[in-house]
């Protein structure tokens, strides 16, 4: 697993697969990178450099915890692109990891090329998903066995009650599938998290939403936007609300995809993917 220092001597990991040209991968949570694993296949197309945030997989937890603050993680990612010896990155950044991706591109816009944001989270640039939207969403599902008590759970959650028990009631929404091969899934992430670090990726100061979005949209290079059809987490208008912020933006919505789209349909998901990031229009999905 090899390694590189950040700006403040923090030594932080990363993990190769595939071949082909690079394409920095940031992981959601804020948690390790193993859970992306090679994205359904799409190392057959690009060599993926996933990167373990701070405190989190391979890489050290700094002394101080704060340094994991969102837009304290930007220079991270320039350190690994320095690190690499890259003019320019690609990247692809997932959940959470789409708000890193954000703030890295409004610091450093002339070292990205392609941006691709799966399933993306919506928090540094201030948009708004709202309870109704979720349960919207989470009414595609009503017909499988499982949702009647993943619905209530919801409903209680949205209604400001939430539980250690509801939250994990809920899992079967962030899925496609909820199968053998998404509870395990499910279960490997939960084990991987680590609460202290969660809480200070979203501290108070790390978003900007304003200045964000004016980065955006002075943004040229081409951006691809990836929703899952059922997908809680990034509900289908809220993600197209977002691809509205670029100027130049791909939305594609994976039918029956959920949070973790590359499970759902690892076909599907690598031919969009695979057909942007090699300067293609993505095909709808």
């Known amino acids: 697993m090899p390694t590189f220092s950040a700006h403040d001597g923090t030594e932080l990991a990363y993990h190769l697969a595939g071949d082909g040209p690079p394409v920095v991968c940031l992981p959601g949570g804020p948690t390790d990178s193993a859970y992306l694993g090679d994205l359904g296949g799409l190392s057959a197309h690009r060599r993926l450099i996933r990167m373990d945030l701070r405190g989190t997989g391979g890489s050290a937890t700094p002394p101080d915890l704060a340094t994991c603050r969102c837009d304290r993680l930007v220079e991270d990612v320039e350190a690994l692109r320095e690190h690499l010896g890259l003019t320019r990155i690609d990247l692809l950044a997932h959940s959470a990891g789409a708000n890193l991706a954000a703030l890295y591109l409004s610091r450093h816009p002339e070292r990205v090329g392609r941006l691709a944001l799966i399933t993306p989270s919506v928090r540094a640039v201030g948009l708004t998903i709202t309870g109704d939207l979720r349960l919207r969403t989470a009414g595609f599902r009503r017909n499988e066995p499982w949702f009647p008590e993943a619905f209530a759970a919801l409903e209680a959650i949205v209604a400001g009650t939430a539980t250690a028990g509801r939250w994990k009631a809920v899992a079967p929404f962030s899925y496609g599938r909820w199968d053998t091969a998404a509870q395990a899934h499910q279960a490997d992430g939960d084990e991987r998290k680590n609460a202290a670090v969660v809480a200070a990726f979203g501290a108070e100061g790390a978003f900007a939403p304003d200045a964000t979005r004016a980065a955006l949209a002075r943004f040229t290079q081409p951006v691809l936007l990836l929703a899952g059809e059922v997908d809680l987490g990034a509900p289908p208008l809220a993600v197209a609300e977002f ?22 349909d690892a076909v599907g998901f690598t031919t969009a993917t695979a057909a942007f990031l090699e300067g293609r229009t993505a095909p709808a999905a």
């Open 243 to 264: 691809a509205r912020l670029f100027p130049h933006a791909e939305f594609v919505i994976q039918p029956g995809g959920g949070h973790y789209p590359w499970l759902d």
